[in-house]
């Protein structure tokens, strides 16, 4: 624990003048900046109160670095706290779709995986009772729902879509998951993978998608299938999935590797 009465303390504020205290307080600000209806990152934006949270301090680079990836740890905290299992996100009615719907991966479109479905297997493995794999066709057999939500991606757009599938928690219990593990993770048929908070994974308007307004979800949204979940900022939704694992092992995710907000909450 850092004590602002500790030399230390004013030893780590003293190194942050060498710094540049404005960059790293937006980069701060940044990674606190929580889903807009939470009011929690108006209240600590001090560097001073940061750095007495994460107990860092800053004297190169690297270190802040480290106090970066801490502020975003304790924003994952704050997130999956405030998480309200029952709360819905808003849906919308067909007139309101956003058409064409957009497409985004970290490639062009010309760059779009192209799988199989006659021979494609979903992988389900890890803290499940029932590993094994799944074809396209047993699938699709499963209780079907569908959505009209608002997809909101970081780069700054947002489109409301039509995606139709199977309630993810349904399927979860179908295969005996441990629903109290800490983690979903997902394995893509690109070199994209993603993990989410078993709460979110259980969550009523979490989908495993096959269909996109009423057909075959088309290769650039993500066939065979895409984990859609309006709770959730648009990178955390992995398209192409492959494979499903249910672990308590922290497996990252392709963005949250590269510094963005594991939590994603929207
Ligand atoms: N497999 C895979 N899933 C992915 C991505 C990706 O590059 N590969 N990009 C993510 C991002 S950043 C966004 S905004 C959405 C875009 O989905 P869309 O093409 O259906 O709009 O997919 C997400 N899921
Ligand atoms: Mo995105």
Same mark, same amino acid.
């Given at each position: ?14 190194? =942050? ?13 940044? *990674? #606190? ?18 750095? /007495? ?32 299992? %029952?709360? @819905? ?38 803290? =499940? ?8 066709? *047993? ?14 991606? =970081? ?9 139709? &599938? ?15 593990? %800490? ?10 993978? *993603?993990?989410?908070? /078993?709460?979110?994974? #259980? ?13 075959? @979800? ?6 065979? /299938?895409? #984990? ?13 999935? /492959?494979?499903?694992? =249910? ?11 590269? &510094? ?7």
């Amino acid at each position: 624990m850092v004590n602002p009465t500790d030399p230390n303390f004013a030893k780590d504020v003293a190194g =942050v003048s060498k710094l540049d205290r404005h960059a790293i307080l937006t980069d701060a600000r940044r *990674e #606190l900046a929580l889903p807009s209806r939470r009011a929690f990152g108006k209240r600590v934006l001090t560097l001073g109160g940061l750095l /007495m949270l994460t107990g860092c301090s800053l004297t190169d680079d690297k270190s802040v670095n480290a106090f970066l990836l801490k502020v975003s740890r304790m924003n994952d905290r704050v997130q999956a706290w405030l998480f309200d299992p %029952k709360q @819905l996100a808003p849906t919308y009615t067909e007139a309101q779709l956003t058409r064409p719907f957009p497409f985004n991966a970290y490639y062009g479109i010309d760059d779009v995986p192209d799988v199989d479905g006659s021979d494609f297997k979903l992988q389900v493995g890890g803290l =499940v009772t029932g590993k094994r794999t799944w074809t396209l066709a *047993e699938l699709y057999a499963l209780p079907h729902a569908e959505q009209i939500t608002r997809h909101i991606c =970081v780069e700054g757009w947002s489109a409301i879509g039509h995606w139709g &599938g199977t309630p993810f928690a349904d399927f979860l219990r179908r295969v005996g998951a441990d629903t109290s593990a %800490k983690y979903v993770g997902f394995k893509c048929a690109d070199d994209y993978y *993603e993990s989410i908070d /078993m709460p979110t994974a #259980l969550h009523p308007q979490t989908l495993l998608t096959f269909q996109y307004d009423g057909q075959t @979800l088309p290769p650039q949204y993500g066939f065979p /299938m895409k #984990l859609r979940m309006p709770t959730k900022l648009g990178y955390k939704n992995p398209k192409h999935i /492959m494979e499903i694992f =249910v672990t308590n092992t922290y497996p990252g995710g392709y963005w949250p590797d590269q &510094g963005y907000n594991w939590f994603g909450g929207s």
